[in-house]
């Protein structure tokens, strides 16, 4: 059994090679007693995720064409949801809005740096939005 530390600490693979114990940050840890890698500067702490903003375009490719690009607006967002809105660039360089506007749960990318949401529902090879894509 792995002890974790309350600040995000997590346990190092067996083959990566101990740091040394020079300056280490044990304040808050509930297992001060841990080994010294979990206190190291080498242990990657995520910071707070990017996270969607109302009235920005995001847009992501498909996965079976590189050419086509889709592209939504927030129109809305709380906490935990993001109301999305199909766009598209017009010959002029202008962005107009079509569609309905669909609400979608917010999730986190598999990195836990960008929040992700399936624009289009969740089904095979579709396309999701993350919040690093701006247009």
């Known amino acids: ?24 940050a044990t304040e808050g840890c509930k297992y001060p007693d841990s080994p010294d890698w979990m206190h190291s500067e080498y242990v990657k702490v995520p910071a707070k995720p990017r996270a969607f903003e109302v009235g920005v375009v995001y847009s992501t490719r498909s996965i079976c064409d590189h050419e086509c690009i889709f592209r939504w607006t927030v129109k809305r967002r709380t906490e935990k949801s993001v109301w999305l809105q199909s766009v598209r660039i ?26 992700l949401v399936y624009p289009s529902g969740r089904y095979s090879m579709c396309p999701t939005l993350t919040a690093d894509k701006k247009e």
């Open 1 to 24: 059994m792995f002890n974790y530390c309350q600040i995000g600490h997590i346990p190092a693979p067996a083959n990566m090679q101990t740091p040394p114990s020079a300056g280490l």
């Open 90 to 115: 017009a010959q002029d360089g202008n962005v107009e809005a079509y569609g309905d506007i669909t609400r979608r749960s917010i999730q986190l990318d598999y990195t836990g740096e960008a929040e």
